[in-house]
């Protein structure tokens, strides 16, 4: 039982100083945005409804159980099925960070990108990081239909990004969720920084090369 109290606490912590990080940097503002992290015996935690990322009180977030059942903490946000639908479509996720990034959500609203793979493989670490990003189509905020466009696309992709909403990123652990969703912004910036250029992306070759098995 002390094991799996410090180990709540730890989370907890993790949860509040991620998301003063992603604030404090601009990855997201107001009370826009969701953090949420599975426990060692499948409990989730995750931010509550209405709160800035940037002033988190990690003893009032919210938690669920195994089973996706509300169990304590502040009202749930009304997006923590994206956060649950991410936990069930992937194996081995442990963490999972939802935001409206400006520059990931300009590229969820231009039209007739690869709606499979909305962003070129501009860099190695985006490649490594995300890899692969499908747009799943707007349902208006809390809408449970946008659960079962997300799961289909989580299936073969840990990032999906939003229709005029933003990225959804799962991570094994919250810093990996953190780095992805901080790259795809950052990737994103470059996509739209480069808009009307002549550009140069990775080859597949180069792609397959970053995200093949290690021997």
């Known amino acids: 039982m002390t094991a799996i109290i410090s180990e709540t606490t730890r989370v907890r912590d993790e949860i ?28 989730l935690l995750m931010t509550p409804t209405n709160a800035s990322l940037g002033a988190l009180d990690p003893g009032r977030l919210s938690r669920f159980s195994a089973e996706g059942v509300f169990v304590d903490g502040d009202k749930p946000t009304k997006e923590a ?79 999906v990004l939003l229709a005029n909403h933003g990225p959804v990123v799962a991570g094994k652990s919250l810093r990996e969720a953190q780095y992805a969703s901080e790259e795809l912004e950052e990737t994103a910036k470059l996509f739209l920084m480069l808009r009307g250029e002549r550009i140069r992306p990775l080859t597949t070759d180069q792609r397959n090369e970053l995200t093949k098995p290690s021997e």
């Open 81 to 159: 099925f994206l956060h649950q639908c991410m936990y069930c479509a992937r194996q081995g996720v442990g963490a999972v960070v939802h935001l409206h990034s400006t520059h990931a959500v300009a590229v969820s609203v231009i039209d007739g990108l690869d709606p499979e793979d909305l962003l070129p493989p501009l860099t190695a670490y985006y490649v490594m990081r995300v890899g692969k990003l499908p747009l799943a189509p707007y349902f208006a905020p809390g809408d449970v239909a946008l659960a079962e466009a997300v799961r289909e696309r989580a299936r073969t992709s840990h990032a």
């Open 16 to 43: 509040a100083a991620v998301g003063k990080s992603l604030f404090e940097r601009g990855f997201t503002f107001g009370s826009t945005g969701n953090i949420s992290a599975r426990l060692s015996n499948g409990d």
